[in-house]
């Protein structure tokens, strides 16, 4: 896939589980619970131990998947080169931008202020995570397209089945979900995760 494909397999999917297993097998069921429910992104989080296993069972798999929790381009390489088709960082980092750009792969950066958003921009990043959400409203994305009318946004944090239709209606181009469902298999298993992410990809649909 090209990278403005890539890019639209995201916005039209509109949400991302953000997959954090206590161990490989953890998170390979948390993504296929995700994906049976019927979401369609998958973004594995390098906090997950011996991810590459993860990478390696989904890989080939009919599932957009990205890398999470990139702390460095020694890691976005491991990603790319392990089949994330988008790499997510909490922060922006100039040093990943390059990597990802060199390989045609979509970065999406945390970034909280305007001054780091221009500058992920700059670098080239298309979609930009405002992380971690929850110390913002949906109003924020209006705030920013104020200034940067062309900046497009994936809250990611504190999005809940509650809230996510909110974030969408106000702009948000995607949502990031994560701690309801490792909330949910915990609680619940397998199936429970299922239920949830169920819920979520009917939340977009209305």
Request: charged share 20%; net charge negative.
């Amino acid at each position: 896939m090209l990278k403005h494909e890539i890019l639209a397999s995201i916005t039209d999917t509109k949400v991302v589980a953000v997959i954090r297993g206590n161990s490989a097998e953890e998170a390979i069921e948390l993504s296929k619970a995700a994906v049976e429910g019927g979401i369609r992104a998958i973004e594995l989080t390098y906090t997950t131990p011996q991810v590459q296993k993860a990478f390696d069972a989904l890989h080939g798999t009919d599932v957009l998947l990205g890398a999470g929790s990139v702390l460095d381009a020694e890691t976005a390489r491991h990603a790319i080169l392990s089949g994330a088709k988008f790499i997510v960082s909490p922060h922006f980092d100039e040093t990943i931008a390059p990597v990802c750009n060199r390989y045609g792969i979509p970065y999406l950066p945390g970034c909280m202020t305007i001054r780091e958003m221009v500058k992920a921009l700059e670098a080239g990043c298309e979609v930009i995570k405002l992380f971690p959400a929850n110390n913002f409203t949906p109003s924020f994305i209006k705030s920013v397209n104020g200034p940067l009318p062309h900046v497009r946004i994936m809250p990611t944090g504190g999005i809940n089945l509650d809230n996510i239709q909110d974030w969408l209606a106000a702009g948000a181009v995607a949502a990031g979900i994560g701690s309801d469902l490792n909330k949910a298999y915990a609680a619940g298993g397998y199936s429970a995760a299922v239920e949830l992410s169920r819920k979520y990809a009917g939340k977009i649909e209305q």
